[in-house]
Nanobody, 117 residues
Framework: QVQLVESGGGLVQTGGSLRLSCAASGSIFSIFRINDMGWYRQAPGKERELVASINRGGNTNYADSVKGRFTISRDNDKNTVYLQMTSLKPEDTAVYYC????????WGQGTQVTVSS
């Protein structure tokens, strides 16, 4: 069993920055099986969408809307994935969720990011 806990969300002004963290805990063997991790977001009334993903080898993928502004990274020793967000826009406002895939999918509880105009 794996639990994912996100942190780092908050309220920022347009153009500001935030860094989200997602720490995995639980069964060591389950954590070892995690290869892909990613960040998703969901705004009110909208579908949950992929923001960025990264595998254990460091290969990354970004949504077009965040390319050049967001950076995903991971620290395998700390079992943590990060999302550095810069040049934030109001349209980035959403609940951000961490996802990890081992034998099954795991989701965090989400952290709110609000970008004011």
């Amino acid at each position: 069993q794996v639990q994912l806990v996100e942190s780092g969300g908050g309220l920022v002004q347009t153009g500001g920055s935030l860094r989200l963290s997602c720490a995995a805990s639980g069964s060591i063997f389950s954590i070892f099986r995690i290869n892909d991790m990613g960040w998703y977001r969901q705004a009110p009334g909208k579908e949950r969408e992929l923001v960025a993903s990264i595998n254990r080898g460091g290969n990354t993928n970004y949504a077009d809307s965040v390319k050049g502004r967001f950076t995903i990274s991971r620290d395998n020793d700390k079992n943590t994935v990060y999302l550095q967000m810069t040049s934030l826009k109001p349209e980035d406002t959403a609940v951000y969720y961490c996802k990890a895939i081992a034998n099954i999918q795991y989701w965090g509880q989400g952290t709110q990011v609000t970008v004011s105009s």
